[in-house]
């Protein structure tokens, strides 16, 4: 048998493996995709001192102290809401944190009751 | 008695000599022997590719990697404003920096997450086609003492 005639079966059976090969497999191509979460951290669990500073029975703002050195750099945001109008107002708390005071835009009434709230946004 | 014994002796004299056994078989019955032969073993082949029914699904593999549009680090900033109807201080906006140029005019989703886990609310869009940052508005705004984890993902 020439070297020809013997190298084909072989060949054939290559190319088969080929063709079967290639009928199994999908093109395939992706879109990115990426995503992330992380923890919002607050820089104090610790308790803080407020204070509302009054003028002629409104409140015109207010002492937040014992701020930690963790919430140096970051800004102090204030709101007093006595239930019928709102103050707020906004400070950037010193590197070694301490106490901050805010003033407020506008001075709401002192009354019995009302609400302070307040967030620190950064650093 | 005689008779049969003749007819023995007759055959042995008529015998070919010692050899194989096909050599002994006239020509002509050896072409039915092979034809039997041959019919008998390809009925048995036959039988046997008969026996089997098989059809197939489709079957189809690929692999191909699922990447981000980039490596580098998002920060997430918080803009907070004052409630009354919360009453409290609420983030109505998610400003998100370090876009890359290979994150642009993707879908983004940035969902705020409180305690478990639990989603406190969700901004969709597509990401800028310039500069490196993109603001998510959160509507409603989602209250800001209860947020504690920020979720991205962008895809496209």
């Known amino acids: 048998m020439s070297l020809a005639r013997r190298a084909v079966p072989p060949i054939g059976l290559v190319l088969g493996g080929v063709l079967i090969a290639s009928a199994a497999s999908l093109g395939l191509s992706s879109d990115t995709l990426g995503a992330g979460s992380t923890a919002t951290p607050r820089c104090t669990s610790a308790s803080l001192s407020i204070l509302q500073n009054l003028s002629a029975g409104t409140v015109i703002s207010v002492t937040v102290a014992t701020l930690p050195a963790t919430c140096g750099g970051g800004t102090l945001q204030v709101a007093v809401n006595n239930g019928i109008a709102t103050g707020s107002g906004s400070a950037v708390i010193p590197a070694g944190g301490g106490a901050v005071t805010v003033t407020l835009g506008s001075a709401p009434a002192r009354r019995v009751t009302d609400q302070v709230d307040l967030v620190v946004v950064g650093p | ?156």
């Open chain 2, 1 to 156: 008695m005689n008779s049969l014994v003749d007819q023995i002796v007759s055959l042995n004299e008529d015998a070919a000599p010692r050899g194989r056994l096909l050599d002994r078989v006239r020509p002509g019955r050896r072409l039915v022997a092979a034809v039997i032969a041959g019919v008998l073993t390809f009925s048995v082949v036959y039988g046997l590719a008969a026996s089997l029914n098989l059809t197939s699904d489709s079957l189809g593999a690929a692999t191909t990697t699922v990447a981000a549009c980039q490596a580098g680090t998002l920060n997430a900033t918080y803009t907070s404003t004052y409630s009354a109807a919360a009453p409290g201080y609420t983030v109505g906006t998610v400003t998100v920096t370090g876009l890359a140029a290979t994150c642009y005019s993707k879908a983004y989703k940035v969902t705020l997450s409180g305690a478990a886990g639990a989603s406190l609310g969700e901004a969709t869009g597509t990401t800028p086609s310039s500069g490196t940052s993109f603001a998510a508005a959160f509507a409603p705004a989602v209250s800001a003492a209860s947020v504690t984890a920020i979720n991205v993902v962008i895809s496209g």
